[in-house]
T-cell receptor
Framework: DQQVKQNSPSLSVQEGRISILNCDYT??????FLWYKKYPAEGPTFLIS?????DKNEDGRFTVFLNKSAKHLSLHIVPSQPGDSAVYFC????????????????FGQGTILTVHP | NAGVMQNPRHLVRRRGQEARLRCSPM?????VYWYRQLPEEGLKFMVY????????ESGMPKERFSAEFPKEGPSILRIQQVVRGDSAAYFC???????????FGSGTRLTVV
């Protein structure tokens, strides 16, 4: 049961253009969403997040959009740089049985972003 | 302030041997999470621990796998009688509170031959 899906295994973008990475989820109890970036042979590093009560969060070149009705979020990177080439994971945090947020994350399969000079 | 430290970085075990993976959380972090990444897949939650307590082990295989986070020392993920299907990257993360805000370690890559 894949509750978080990244349907594009890979994305190729020219330097300077916009990269848009997409993520869909099925569990309406997710209350917080995160994007992680991962280089080969390293652990994931946190990039940006968004609470379910918001629809947009921006941090420099990175913006995350959340569409709750569609259960869809996206990460926009603009302008894209060659150093952005990595695997990007979407992750979602849920609520425990008591209705409290806790730290277990459900990850998507990842999208390999390649930014060409 | 060192990040999350995992060791070893690479571990090779023969089928049937035991694998022990260690994770030292960031200083001041008392919540530890273990995730596994199989080839071509995303990270899958395994277990969530606080000091001396297992909070959620819903992602742990029922047999051969165990985890602990003692009062002193690192968290240990133990895999007994390893099989080839256990070959994966195992990542540990830690946080101050149990609500996310993770920092991940660099992972241990287990290869079972």
């Amino acid at each position: 049961d894949q509750q978080v899906k990244q349907n594009s295994p890979s994305l190729s973008v020219q330097e300077g253009r916009i990269s848009i990475l997409n993520c869909d989820y099925t569990n309406s109890m997710f209350d917080y969403f995160l994007w992680y970036k991962k280089y080969p042979a390293e652990g994931p590093t946190f990039l940006i997040s968004i609470s379910s009560i918001k629809d947009k969060n921006e941090d420099g070149r990175f913006t995350v959009f959340l569409n709750k009705s569609a259960k869809h979020l996206s990460l926009h990177i603009v302008p894209s740089q060659p150093g952005d080439s990595a695997v990007y994971f979407c992750a979602a945090r849920g609520l425990n049985a008591g209705g409290t947020s806790y730290g277990k994350l459900t990850f998507g399969q990842g999208t390999i972003l390649t930014v060409h000079p | 302030n060192a990040g999350v430290m995992q060791n070893p970085r690479h571990l090779v075990r023969r089928r049937g041997q035991e694998a022990r993976l260690r994770c030292s959380p960031m200083k001041g972090h008392s919540h530890v999470y273990w995730y596994r990444q199989l080839p071509e897949e995303g990270l899958k939650f395994m277990v969530y621990l606080q000091k001396e307590n297992i909070i959620d082990e819903s992602g742990m295989p029922k047999e051969r796998f165990s985890a602990e986070f003692p009062k002193e020392g690192p968290s240990i993920l133990r895999i007994q009688q390893v099989v080839r299907g256990d070959s994966a990257a195992y990542f540990c993360a830690s946080s101050v509170q149990g609500t996310g805000g993770y920092t991940f370690g660099s992972g241990t890559r287990l290869t079972v031959v």
